[in-house]
């Protein structure tokens, strides 16, 4: 069953990897994979040099490379082109052997060796994306810059072993290789060896990322294995659900753990290498190691390691270490980069020595760990600044963007999907198994945005497109420092509607942009990564980031929620400037790389080019139509409404009791604890009251459990879904947002729309009278209130005398007829998931009930009536 769950994920990744002529792109499957590969920390950031080389005859093959943050690693990236072939049976997507990917990682080595020789200089132009690095690889200093190549390979094939009849993953790990380069430096010969590490990045890796979350892959240090070493330690404490031992350990273990690990030693929160200047912490380490490296044990506060599994051996009283799972650095990340990056430049750390205090957690969840970790980090650093971005990512600010995701729509009647943690989005379609199509339809591709994105999206209107460009959790912290009032002399942002407006409005800038510029032979050129940002920069410091007092108008965007055909021709322009003059400016071939320095960015925006630009007339007229006063402010702000509770309780009534019923039946796993929240949801499902977080929250983290230990129930649950109780939420969320947009109270806007609907018929009007008081107020509707609210659908609707209609031609499409359909389909599922949908919009006022609807809903009833349905 897990096989087939890997080869369901395959053909979602593929289907949002295709171009728009419905080929799937190996680019756009990149864009998918790289954050994941961030998230379980295997790169820094998901920003990445495209630069495609391919030679058949000589079977060698790159997609693109990156360097991680520190700069001694260079990630090699290759897309096995056979593996997304949509052609290919479920059977050869499934691979056994490790000959087959070792002969797609030749490709990769055999293009490296050749690299580092010279012998691929004379097949690549000057003006070709690959020339860059090959340059860096031929020349003495990029040699010596590296220490490690790390090789991706990424297939979208599901690595398997059969025991019995059915096939089980499996998974490989492939052996690591060495080659000797000699260069010169400072005059003098240098020998090393590179260090080649290889890793597979298949469906196994990529779904088990995907359900946990965004929960990073355990990392297993096995020093006997490692280093022929086993650590002696005292065991200093001996808790419940905790250990903590005490060791020294050799400096060159750290080092070398550093080099073959990188940032993934580090917890994910805590701040990357700060670099050797003077006065730092840093700095220290390095003088204490060149100086009088036998009291560095003395002088340094050591580190603090957690894991959550230990192997120990004891021998003649003695206890030794073995190995440590989930093996992370959270406190002494500095130090350990420090004792890496010193014996880098050539100074020896044989006599160095680090106290280290381990500690073991035991059956303790991923919340609990991180919440340890972050404990461990807040109240031990005192080396450097640790800011409260620095140790989690659990902030208000975001909780507060996903509650304004669910509350917020858009003119056209859309709502956007922040997705605040991995997976998230994949995990609702999973559980909504046949309905899934319901949600694709209501939050498609371009409607949709991770946390990642949004830092970068936010970070990209402002001056400071170098760390856009960095990209990964390097942004990701600058945006939360930014609205959570993180950095010196700034305040909190007000994460309010008219923030969320805008952000929607710079993720629409921000995309449309990526979209102009192009892809592949067809763009204007091919560092799109950093034309896009510097552009964006460009017009803010002429407005928003100006002396002025200018504001660049976002709510034009906002409101048509695309670009106007004067602002593509601005920024079409603009970004075919930029991608000459970061060219002309930066002071490397590599201009991707060089995109990251801070140096490029104060060169172009002082440049004379600039200036010309932008005291054209195109530009002038620009400033001129969407420049506002910074003084101007929007109307007086009536209170937000938060729909999140709401819209999740609406998810759990509208599947109804006996799917829960269903649900309890089948899945074996249940504890205690969850079978008395599942006594709780039911009980409110059939009393039509509200749960509350705690227990919303069970059931999501359930549902989550389900989904990753037997997601085929998902399949096997067969029962209806309330669409009347959902579409009438959408309903009221939909007016209400009108309202706000117009300018209108929400009760005299609601008022005015059941006048005209109900016709003098108010049994149940009177509930929108109350929501409408209560959302003027800021408060969301009950449960009870939107099952009140969805019958005044049903009121005043003509009921046939007859039993049965037979004449199809005499059926008139009404709102009534509708809704009948939509209630009996999603019983009798005869409809597909698009089509029920589609009815349930036109049904609940969604869609407006035109002639041409009327026209494709005359379609459906036939197919319906033609199955059995019957009109009352």
């Not at 079409?572 to 201009?591: A, P, Q, V």
């Not at 440049?607 to 402010?633: D, H, N, P, V």
Request: glycine share 4%; with cysteine; aromatic share 10%.
């Amino acid at each position: 069953m897990q096989i087939q769950e890997f080869l369901n994920y395959r053909k979602e990744l593929l289907e949002s990897s295709k171009d728009e002529e419905g080929f799937v792109q190996q680019t756009q499957l990149l864009s998918q994979i790289l954050p994941l590969m961030v998230d379980a920390k295997l790169l820094d950031s998901e920003d990445y040099n495209e630069s495609y080389f391919l030679n058949t005859s000589e079977n060698l093959k790159l997609n693109g490379y990156t360097v991680n943050e520190s700069s001694e690693r260079l990630q090699l990236l290759i897309v096995d082109e056979t593996s997304i072939d949509i052609t290919l049976s479920e059977k050869d997507l499934q691979i056994s052997t490790k000959g087959y990917y070792d002969n797609q990682f030749k490709r990769v080595t055999r293009f490296l060796n050749k690299a580092i020789k010279g012998y691929l200089n004379d097949e690549v132009q000057d003006a070709d994306p690959i020339r860059p690095l090959l340059s860096q690889l031929t020349s003495a200093s990029g040699v010596d810059q590296f220490d490690v190549v790390e090789i991706f390979l990424i297939s979208a094939t599901a690595t398997t072993e059969t025991r019995g009849s059915i096939p089980q993953p499996k998974r490989i790990e492939f052996d690591d290789e060495n080659i000797s380069v000699a260069y010169t430096k400072n005059r003098e010969k240098v020998q090393k060896d590179l260090l080649i590490i290889k890793k597979l990045v298949d469906l196994n890796f990529l779904y088990d990322v995907l359900i946990s979350q965004g929960n990073r892959e355990a990392l297993l240090i096995d020093f006997e294995k490692l280093f022929d070493y086993k650590i002696e330690a005292i065991k200093a404490a001996e808790e419940e659900n905790f250990e903590s031992f005490l060791c020294v350990l050799p400096a060159y273990i750290l080092s070398d753990l550093y080099k073959r690990y990188s940032s993934r030693l580090l917890e994910k929160n805590v701040r990357s290498f700060l670099n050797f200047k003077k006065g730092s912490a840093n700095s220290g380490i390095r003088e204490t190691i060149k100086n009088c490296p036998e009291k560095f044990i003395a002088f340094n506060n050591g580190i603090t390691i957690t894991a959550i599994a230990k192997d120990i051996e004891e021998n003649n009283g003695k206890m030794f270490i073995k190995s440590l799972t989930d093996f992370q650095i959270v406190n002494g990340g500095q130090t350990t980069a420090s004792l890496y990056f010193t014996q880098k430049d050539g100074f020896p750390i044989d006599k160095v020595k680090v106290m280290a205090k381990i500690n073991v957690a035991l059956d303790v969840s991923e919340e609990g760990l991180n919440s340890l970790i972050s404990d461990i980090s807040k109240f031990s650093n005192s080396q450097t600044r640790v800011s409260a971005v620095d140790l989690g990512s659990r902030s208000p600010q975001l909780n507060k963007i996903k509650s304004l995701s669910d509350s917020v729509v858009t003119p056209s009647g859309r709502k956007w999907f922040f997705e605040k943690s991995r997976g998230e989005f994949n995990t609702k379609l999973r559980i909504a198994s046949s309905n899934k199509g319901r949600i694709e339809k209501e939050y498609p591709k371009n409607y949709r945005f991770s946390k990642e994105q949004l830092g970068k999206y936010f970070t990209a209107w402002g001056d400071q497109p170098y760390v856009v460009k960095k990209g990964g959790e390097k942004v990701f912290r600058y945006f939360l420092e930014e609205i959570s009032g993180e950095v010196r002399g700034k305040k909190q942002i007000n994460v309010n509607r008219d923030f969320y407006e805008k952000l929607i409005s710079k993720i629409i800038l921000f995309t449309q942009l990526e979209k102009i510029y192009g892809q592949g032979r067809s763009s204007l050129g091919q560092i799109r990564s950093a034309v896009v940002p510097y552009s964006i920069s460009v017009l803010y410091i002429y407005t928003d980031g100006g002396k002025e007092g200018k504001q660049f108008d976002l709510s034009k965007i906002w409101k048509k929620e695309r670009l106007e055909d004067e602002l593509v021709a601005f920024f079409t322009e603009l970004m075919g400037l930029m991608n000459e003059l970061i060219k002309k400016y930066s002071e490397s071939e590599d201009y991707g790389e060089y995109a990251k320095n801070k140096k490029l960015w104060e060169c172009i925006s002082a440049s004379t080019e600039i200036e010309k630009f932008m005291s054209s007339k195109t530009a002038q007229q620009i400033l001129y139509r969407y420049c506002i006063s910074g003084k101007e402010k929007k109307d007086e702000e009536i209170k937000e409404v938060d729909f999140e509770r709401i819209q999740s309780n609406i998810d759990v009534h509208s599947k109804g009791m006996e799917y829960y019923n269903q649900l309890r039946a089948k899945y074996e796993g249940f504890s205690k604890f969850q079978e008395e929240k599942m006594d709780k949801i039911i009980s409110s499902i059939i009393k039509l009251e509200d749960l509350n977080e705690d227990i919303l929250r069970s059931e999501s983290n359930l549902m989550s459990e389900i989904r990753k230990n037997n997601p085929e129930i998902f399949d096997q649950i067969n029962t209806p879904f309330n669409y009347k109780l959902e579409s009438t939420l959408k309903f009221i969320i939909l007016r209400y947002n009108q309202a706000i947009e117009n300018g209108i109270e929400v009760q005299d806007f609601f008022k005015s729309i059941l006048q005209k609907k109900s016709q003098g018929i108010s049994n149940y009007t009177s509930v929108y009278s109350k929501i409408a008081l209560e959302l003027k107020s800021g408060i969301a509707p009950s449960v009870k209130d939107v099952h009140l609210a969805s019958n005044y659908f049903s009121e005043g609707m003509p009921v046939s005398t007859n039993k049965e209609i037979i004449n199809k031609e005499a059926i008139n499409i009404s709102l009534n007829v509708l809704r009948q359909m939509v209630d009996w389909d999603s019983k009798m599922k005869i409809l597909s998931n698009g089509e029920r949908t589609y009815i349930a919009d036109l049904a609940y006022e969604l869609k407006p009930l035109n002639q041409f609807h009327k026209k494709n809903a005359e379609k459906h009833l036939s197919t319906l009536l033609n199955s059995g349905f019957k009109l009352k």
